[in-house]
């Protein structure tokens, strides 16, 4: 099954810096989306990326996807601390189920 | 704005012990998921649901488990005998007003289950 495989694990820090996340998966999908999860919460949807788009924006957030290589980047810029969270990557496949599969994550700490 | 709900938020159980966690979908939602997390692990899914009939499961979703939409807003997951494994956090998720390939899937804040 596809999986979202995300590196780093963990990533620590300082407020204003940015901080990328990669994430992998392993077969053929319909989209790939992004989600922030603090600690013992709830998942946030973040952005969600088609797999016929390239690159997307929200606000500070930017996502890429390469398909070729089956690999996607989450971009956060001028990190705040507010941005400490696990972030998650999940893929939709294009088998026709609407199914998430997530990876295991990247821990996220911005120091002030 | 619309945000999916879930009670309890922590449910304590003993083992064999039948729990049902209870979610209120966004209302024109569709199509309804559970998922579920336990600590330190992915976020693994569990079941969808979609024109009251289960459209997908996971090999986790044995028979200890159902689902089930009693009326036009509560989504339910129901496990009949707990076991220590099924300690975990569960989240319920909806989507699809259009494309459900597509569609975003918003999520609860999950209940967090602890089978003793």
């Known amino acids: 099954s596809q999986q979202g495989e995300e590196d780093p694990q963990a990533l620590s820090i300082q407020e204003g810096e940015n901080a990328t996340m990669n994430c992998s998966y392993k077969?053929?999908?319909?989209?790939l989306q992004w989600y922030r999860q603090n600690s013992g919460r709830g998942l946030v949807h973040l952005i969600l990326?088609?797999?016929?788009?390239r690159e997307k924006h929200s606000g500070r957030l930017r996502v890429t996807l390469d398909t070729s290589k089956k690999s996607s980047s989450l971009l956060i810029t001028a990190s705040r601390a507010a941005d400490t969270a696990s972030y998650f990557c999940?893929?939709?496949?294009?088998?026709?189920?609407?199914?998430?599969?997530f990876g295991k994550g990247t821990m996220l700490l911005v120091s002030p | 704005e619309p945000e999916v709900t879930q009670t309890p938020s922590h449910q304590v159980t003993q083992m064999g012990q039948e729990v049902i966690l209870r979610c209120v979908p966004i209302?024109?939602?569709?199509?309804f998921y559970w998922y579920r997390q336990i600590l330190g692990q992915k976020v693994e899914f569990l079941v969808s649901?979609?024109?009251?009939?289960?459209?997908?499961k996971s090999e986790i979703f044995d028979d200890q488990f159902s689902v089930e939409r009693p009326d036009g807003s509560n989504f339910t997951l129901k496990i009949r005998s707990t076991k220590l494994e099924d300690s975990a956090m569960y989240f319920c998720?909806?989507?699809?007003?259009?494309?459900?390939?597509?569609?975003?899937?918003?999520f609860g804040p999950g209940t967090r289950l602890t089978v003793l």
């Open positions: 990326i088609r797999s016929n788009e």
């Open positions: 077969t053929s999908i319909n989209n």
């Open positions: 649901f979609y024109n009251n009939e289960i459209s997908e």
């Open positions: 999940a893929t939709v496949g294009s088998s026709g189920y609407s199914t998430l599969t």
């Open positions: 209302s024109n939602h569709l199509y």
């Open positions: 998720a909806s989507s699809g007003t259009g494309n459900v390939l597509a569609d975003t899937q918003y």
